[in-house]
């Protein structure tokens, strides 16, 4: 399916999954979407390997845990973000090297203080290769990263050749 894209997250410079400049990072962008959903996309490379031509586990679920905890932003103009409290992965298939991959993000409940998160890594035919489950703190993005948050490394728009639509097969 195809969905239409409302708004781009913002991204950082350095940060491992999105950051533009960490030459070892996912180099990921975050989109919401007409769906309620936030999607990543990624396209990882060698330096993100386990086994040859697979991606390694712990870089699936920091993915998964990223696009999950921005999830909570979705719509908002606060700056409030997710700190990962408890995190369950299901590792289905395996994730291939050097192809685009949607990650799929939502809150599913949202309470004062906290709110649970489901989301996927998509292959390229549809096929879902990992999910995950988890619960997160909400935080005000200036108890993470205090005055850093004003420095020209942290918020960052990082390119404009973005989608309008995604899909989702």
Known sequence: MKYKVLKKQQISKMCFACGVKNEFGLH??????DAGELVSIIRPSDQHQGYPGRMHGGIAVTILDETIGRAIRFG????????????????????PLGQELKIVGRVISEGHRSFEGTGEIVLADGTI??????????VDINKIAGDARFGDD?????????????EIP
């Open 154 to 166: 942290w918020f960052f728009e990082g390119g404009h050749d973005d989608p309008t639509e995604i």
């Open 76 to 95: 908002k103009d606060e700056e409030v973000w997710g700190v990962t409290l408890e995190l369950k992965t299901r590792f289905r298939k395996p994730v």
């Open 28 to 33: 990921a962008k975050f989109y919401e979407t």
């Open 129 to 138: 290769a990992v999910s995950a489950e988890g619960k997160y703190m909400k």
